[in-house]
């Protein structure tokens, strides 16, 4: 806010809106010290023990996270542009390797959900004089990051009524003095679920604290039931028992489970209840921890639903991934990088772009079927050129621009597809058409060629049976004339043989 005087009087004003006249008020009144949790019921050392203590917590905790930072993302030019210089690829490369970033912050992101807030510790290249309570130097380089322990941090408060900074209290078991004060240009929070007006996350222990209980004591309750049916109950009787033999029996059954101890003038009976089936129970526990994470019941359990149920809890668990993604660890994520390039001399016009989460191969072909068909009607209606439709079958819907004059040729149309399916279909062969063959009269034309020719064929016909008729006649006659001369020579020998 910028304000005009004259004469020691306030003229006018503009600039940024006047800041709240309460939150004025409150600050010059009090010294602010938020609460490290929006529940006191339990300390951050039990919303630990209970974490261990309930595996399937604990499973979907680490289960949402690394889901969250699995695929990790690019950074791409706001300009569009999908390259980024050698150098700078170069610096991001190191220092995502010495930091270990993507593993600090899935740590970070289970220390948000089980404590409320997880905390990220930043270094810079800067001379050791410099203490945690002191700010950084904008011209600091990033050195690395660290993990603190989210049950060491006491909350946030000045350091006296005159500080404006309000500090991170860090108190640690052991440790010299009776508070840290560390300046907030050395943390990083990690928040993923918070109330309106708190700095500090709510635990999804808190918030599953009467389930989780419940849930414990069933489980110890189950263990004791079963131990009770495996190993029986011991009931013994003894006629006129005193106190001695009475502490004799306690001692010896003692290495039973269950045992009763009673002499004939106490009669115990015990009622064996009807058996109740504890799986109503346990589903009751289960959708209620599954609704604390956020998370489809199937996938917490590992429990196989029916195909439309499990598809449609999928998509909303990993929308919600998304989400997680673009509102909690992109600004994260934009604030270390930023600091980054322009303490090395580059300057910040990069954006944050995750890596898509694909459920399985037949969703990952419906996306690219999806994609396809909208990209290709998109390009046909001449809203978008080559290069935007490529866009979109890489990313999905982008931003485009509004002003944009699209300039195609009819060459460059492609065939217009048809809607897209609801599941990618396999190729289906196209049916055989039946065709009616139509026979039309013969033109007077077309009826002299076929009888000419039909004569001509007669005729080479006649011919060629006169040429066999003359060749294979000539065969049989001289075959015929050595016959005759066989039977002319063998009559002449009879003859002569009568006459002797």
Known sequence: ????????????????????????????????????????????????KIALREPLLLKGIFKKNKDTIRNWFVLKPIDGDDSIPKPIEKLIFDFERRTQIQKKLFVGGCAANIYGTGYIERTFIEPKTKKAVSSVDK???????????????????????????????????????????????????????????????????????????SK???????????????????????????????????????QHVNAYVHDEKYHLDVKNPTQIDPKPFYEYFYVNIASALEMPTHMLTGLQLSKGDSEVGVSDYYHDIENIQKVIFTPIIEEIYKNLLETNGYKWIYKIVWNPIFVDELSEAKIAQTRSYSAVNNYNAGI?????????LNNGIVDLDVNKKIDKKESEQPAIPDQPNVEPQPPVKKPTVKQTVVIKPLT?????????????????????????????????????????????VTSLANKKKSKK
């Open 1 to 48: 806010m910028r304000t005009f005087k004259i004469l020691g009087k306030e003229v006018f004003s503009f600039g940024e809106p006047e800041e709240s006249k309460v939150h004025r008020t409150v600050k010059n009144a009090i010294n602010i010290r938020d609460g490290s949790y929006p529940v006191d019921e339990l300390s951050p050392k039990m919303l630990r």
């Open 139 to 213: 011209r600091a380089k990033p050195l690395g990051l660290n993990l603190l322990n989210s049950e060491n941090f006491k909350g946030r408060k000045r350091k006296d009524d005159k500080d404006k900074t309000v500090y991170y209290v860090y108190k640690e078991k052991g440790m010299i003095g009776d508070e840290l004060f560390i300046h907030p240009d050395r943390i990083i929070p990690v928040v993923i679920d918070k109330l309106p007006f708190s700095f500090f996350g709510i635990s999804k222990v808190h918030v599953a604290a009467n389930i989780l209980k």
């Open 216 to 254: 414990m004591d069933a489980d110890i309750t189950s263990g004791e039931i079963l131990s009770w049916f495996s190993h029986g109950i011991l009931d013994m009787t003894i006629d006129d028992m005193n106190d001695d033999q009475e502490k004799d029996m306690i001692n010896l059954f003692k």
């Open 384 to 392: 978008i050129d080559i290069k935007e439709a490529r866009q979109q």
């Open 444 to 488: 007077k034309e077309q009826q002299r060629m076929i009888n000419e020719a039909a004569r001509r064929e007669k005729e080479l016909g006649e011919q060629i049976l006169r040429e066999q008729e003359k060749l294979f006649g000539d065969k049989n006659g001289k075959k015929e004339n050595r016959k005759q001369k066989n039977k002319r």
